[in-house]
């Protein structure tokens, strides 16, 4: 950027419309300032329109999958038209088009998911029958294996849509990232946040990715102080796991990478979409050895399901791992 201030020359930063993707866009710009000593002028926030923002209407595994959120940034990035797109994490898929790389992480949010109720406390408070909305089938699955007496509903849209949909009774709760209600400034919408003992979270959930051109030495060089290697550690780790399963965003599977000196903790889960059979693990070893882990986990996990789980939860072992991005 030591060509600023000439207006041509602004970075500009692809994202969603979203009030909480802008509010991860602002940090992004925040962060880049601090570290550049450089004026908010020296940025612009490009909001794009992505097909899964568009349909509403539908469940995302009937339209594509949640790399749906992702597809027109990148397109924008690959054509010049932005220079960074910043991602929440959870909605990544493994693979990325060739000429991009995600490379930069900020630091890791709480990645707990929370319970959202305008009637009940906890999931342990809901009565038998009760209806719960939510749009992730990992979550789906989890909520069914615990607590098949429920009943699910479908549940899309920001946390504005969904919090009116509680109060239209569509269902009586549902459950929202806390990171996300944290970046927002509105932790006090989750009546409670749930231990990953009790539902282990999404893969990279509450952790924000800036993507860039792999050529862009000038980009690269900008986003390198605002890296977080702590969360470069979990993360990696976790997308091992989710890669070597070959599965997606859309897959119920669930994983959290913790941190203690230098040591990694890795728990993953696997379950089948209506929540009857649900197989976990953990590994524990050096944070530099987290990609191992997670492969070794997903192995695991592979040779304990029956014959016919995979194919049920359209994860396909045979095709090999992707590589981790």
Known sequence: MTDWPDPEKTLKIGTRGSPLALAQAHETRDRLMLAHGLPQEAFEIIAIKTTGDKVQDRALQAIGGKGLFTREIEDALLDGRIDIAVHSMKDMPVLQPDDLVIDCYLPRQDARD?????????????????????????????????????????????????????????????????????????????????SPDEMLPAIAQGAIGV????????????????????????????????????????????????????????????????????????????????????????????????????????????????PVV
């Open 114 to 194: 929370g319970f959202v109720s305008l009637e009940f406390a906890s999931i342990a408070d809901l009565p038998e029958g009760a209806v719960v909305g939510s749009s992730s089938m990992r979550r789906r699955a989890q909520l069914a294996h615990r607590r098949p007496d429920l009943t699910m509903v479908e549940f899309r849209g920001n946390v504005q849509t969904r919090m009116r949909k509680l109060h239209d009774g569509v269902a009586q709760a549902t459950f929202l990232a806390m990171a996300g209600l944290k970046r927002l400034g509105q932790p006090e919408l989750a009546r409670s946040a749930i």
């Open 211 to 322: 993507e860039r051109r792999k050529g862009d030495a000038r980009v690269a060089a900008l986003l390198a102080p605002i890296t977080d290697e702590d969360t470069v550690l979990r993360v990696t780790a976790e997308r091992a796991f989710l890669a070597a399963l070959d599965g997606s965003c859309e897959t119920p599977i669930a994983g959290l990478a913790e941190l203690d000196g230098g040591r990694l903790r890795l728990r993953g889960e696997i379950l089948l979409p209506d929540g009857s059979q649900s197989f976990s693990g953990m590994r524990e070893g050096l944070a530099a050895d987290g990609p191992a882990m997670g492969r070794d986990l997903a192995e695991e996990l592979l040779s304990r399901a029956p014959s016919g789980f995979f194919e049920l939860i359209g994860v396909n072992p045979q095709r090999g791992s992707p």
